[in-house]
């Protein structure tokens, strides 16, 4: 088997330096490179700041220089609003984004610019990590200073599954800070776990397995999937260990 040489942006964020670190145990596998704004976040998650790129997903030359040789391509970036002053009470806290940091630059330009260099690098496979909830515009996520986080999301999503590259688009529930492998994992598509269930939450450390996971499985390839974890007082006792089968399950999902 050869070894794969994987460019993962958003590698420094709480879920994508998770990514970072199992790709890193997978020596045999997976020649991982991070790509970060900030070389002293990298330096303080990991210890160092080796086997990175610091650039911004905005600046097509730099990630077309990282992307060389590149079999495949993690997208973790998002953008992240920030809470405007301090919330009074009975006044609910307002949020905005930071100057290059607003949804329609983040999750549609940024994605572009990162599907683009991919595929004129001559990428083969991009794992992408989305969210849940795009299917209604109304959601609250939207609202968030007033950002339409999820719409644009979805317009790079589109883009993807335009771009003639191999994908898999993963829309994680809400993401929480628990222990991995010890909850079942559920899939379904079109937000129809958001309508049909009280808990839609999956662990980070489960999520990164997953995008990890895509990458080795050609049955995840072309999907596009919801997917959470049971609670804990739900779960069988039987945590999914075949991933084969799990992306398999995705085709019979109307």
């Not at 070389?39 to 220089?65: C, M, N, R, W, Y």
């Not at 809400?174 to 939450?201: A, I």
Request: proline share 6%; glycine share 10%; aromatic share 6%.
């Amino acid at each position: 088997m050869s070894i794969k040489k994987v460019l993962l942006t958003g590698a420094t964020g709480r879920t994508g330096s998770l990514v970072l670190k199992k790709l890193r145990q997978r020596t045999a596998e997976f020649a991982p490179i991070g790509f970060a704004r900030s070389q002293s976040k990298a330096q303080e998650i990991f210890g160092s700041s080796s086997g990175f790129v610091f650039g911004d997903i905005l600046d097509k030359p730099t990630l077309k220089q990282a992307m060389k040789g590149c079999g495949a391509l993690i997208i973790l970036t998002s953008a992240v609003p920030r809470m405007k002053g301090t919330p009074t009470p009975g006044n609910p806290p307002e949020f905005d984004f930071e100057p290059g940091g607003t949804p329609e630059e983040v999750d549609y330009h940024g994605q572009k610019n990162q599907i683009d260099a991919a595929k004129e690098a001559g990428v083969e496979q991009i794992v992408l990590v989305g969210s849940m909830g795009g299917t209604d515009e109304n959601h609250p996520l939207n609202r968030l200073g007033n950002g339409n986080i999820l719409i644009w999301k979805r317009k790079g999503e589109q883009y993807l599954m335009d771009s003639g590259i191999d994908y898999t688009i993963i829309h994680p529930g809400g993401l929480v800070d628990e222990p991995e492998g010890m909850r079942q994992f559920v899939v379904n598509k079109e937000d129809r776990l958001l309508k049909s269930r009280e808990s839609c939450t999956i662990p980070r450390g489960d999520l990164a397995e997953l995008v990890v996971q895509a990458l080795i499985h050609p049955q995840a390839k072309n999907k596009v999937f919801d997917v959470i974890c049971l609670p804990q007082e739900d779960n069988t006792g039987v945590v999914n260990t075949d991933f084969a089968a799990l992306f398999a399950q995705l085709t019979a999902i109307l």
